[in-house]
């Protein structure tokens, strides 16, 4: 369940290009850090490309990808690793492995790899050299990425990148906003909330009820859809009874008027 209002970094129409340019100035600025700052930028492309959580970004395995040299790819989502405290968990571990939000154990959701993260996740795995079992995120000491290590990335991304004035905004301002910003973007370019609920986790009632006030630029293409389907025939409208507009009825053959 959310607890705030998605605050995407595609904001409306108008601002579209203004703020991928700003997305991917965000992730330049990660990947230029030294020691982690590739594999950093990675995990942010995960969820900016693919929607995913952030819980399920870091329990990602090279084993759970499919990912040719060009075109799309496939991430295969069946694990999320939500930090709840050490108190909570029975190894002492800060994250605790769960089945994903929404599944019956065991499920298991894909969801596409747009080209350009498949490209990035296919060079973090020759950098690294990664093998078929391990993490694609591991934190520094082994183990999945601490939330605190990304989010400390992320702000300081933002107050290095952004103008005061955005940085103060709501807007990108939680890691998970990457997460809402693919999902906005999906909806806003016509795939189908049945889809994107797949791809994303969600169940459609709740898709539409988090994201509905997010979706723009889609009443033209709307309007233009019904127009045609709604059209009456050209007969031209005559008053009808108690002065209601209606077609002129046909006279049946052979009657006098």
């Known amino acids: 369940m959310l607890t705030h209002t998605p605050t995407p970094l595609v904001t409306g129409a108008r601002s579209r290009a203004r ?24 995990f942010f492309a995960t969820l900016y490309y693919a929607g995913l959580r952030p819980e399920e970004a870091v329990a990602l ?12 790819g496939e991430l295969r989502v069946h694990t999320a690793a939500p930090e709840v405290g050490k108190q909570w968990t029975d190894d002492g571990e800060v994250h605790e492995t769960r089945d994903l939000k929404g599944r019956a154990s065991g499920d298991t959701r894909t969801v596409p790899a747009h080209p350009a993260l498949a490209s990035i996740l296919h060079t973090l795995v020759a950098q690294d050299q990664l093998t078929a079992g391990d993490l694609f995120f591991p934190g520094e000491k082994g183990g999945l990425l601490a939330g605190s290590v990304y989010r400390r990335a992320w702000d300081k991304a ?41 791809w994303a986790g969600n169940s459609v009632p709740v898709l539409l009820s988090t994201y509905a006030r997010c979706i723009t630029g889609q009443t033209v293409e709307l309007q233009q859809r019904i127009e045609g389907p709604q059209k009456l025939p050209d007969a031209p409208l005559v008053p009808g009874p108690r002065g209601s507009l209606s077609p002129p009825l046909p006279r ?6």
């Open 61 to 72: 395995r090279v084993e759970d990808a499919v990912l040719p040299s060009t075109g799309w």
């Open 252 to 257: 049946a053959p052979g009657r006098a008027r």
């Open 19 to 42: 703020d991928a340019g700003r997305a991917a100035a965000l992730l330049v600025w990660i990947a230029s850090r030294p020691r982690t700052g590739h594999r950093l930028t990675a």
């Open 158 to 198: 933002r107050t290095a990148v952004l103008t005061e004035r955005e940085y103060s905004s709501p807007v990108g301002k939680r890691v998970y906003d990457l997460r809402h910003t693919c999902l906005t973007t999906w909806l806003n370019h016509g795939i189908p909330p049945a889809q994107v609920a797949e």
